[in-house]
Nanobody
Framework: QVQLVESGGGLVQAGGSLRLVCAAS????????MGWFRQAPGKEREFVAA????????YYADSMKGRFTISRDIAENSVSLQMNSLKPEDTAVYSC????????????????????WGQGTQVTVSS
């Protein structure tokens, strides 16, 4: 049974930084995709970033490019999301997702590949 556990959320002032970590257990990821989605109150879930274990490629939503960085930790079987220059509109519940299968480039920014989900961690950015 795969479990994803997120950590690192919290409250930060605008312009600050946070680092989220998604640790996987029950399976060692060496292929497939792990990534992050977020959902703000009253809004739909949106793609944030993803990392391909298979290719090493990274993918970002346009609004996060240059501010967020996703990376992997092979030893810890985890991915992290470094978030810099945070804005109040980044406030949301951030959830980790994973698939053990390769994902086509055209689908990586959708949630269709997400076989496993974490419970989510709250990120609040104050103005």
């Amino acid at each position: 049974q795969v479990q994803l556990v997120e950590s690192g959320g919290g409250l930060v002032q605008a312009g600050g930084s946070l680092r989220l970590v998604c640790a996987a257990s029950g399976r060692t990821f060496r292929r497939g995709v792990m990534g992050w989605f977020r959902q703000a109150p009253g809004k739909e879930r949106e793609f944030v970033a993803a990392f391909s274990w298979t290719s090493g490629n990274t993918y970002y939503a346009d609004s996060m490019k240059g501010r967020f960085t996703i990376s992997r930790d092979i030893a810890e079987n985890s991915v992290s999301l470094q978030m810099n220059s945070l804005k109040p509109e980044d406030t949301a519940v951030y959830s980790c997702a994973a698939s053990s299968e390769d994902v086509h480039l055209s689908l990586v920014r959708t949630a269709t590949w997400c076989d496993y989900w974490g419970q989510g961690t709250q990120v609040t950015v104050s103005s």
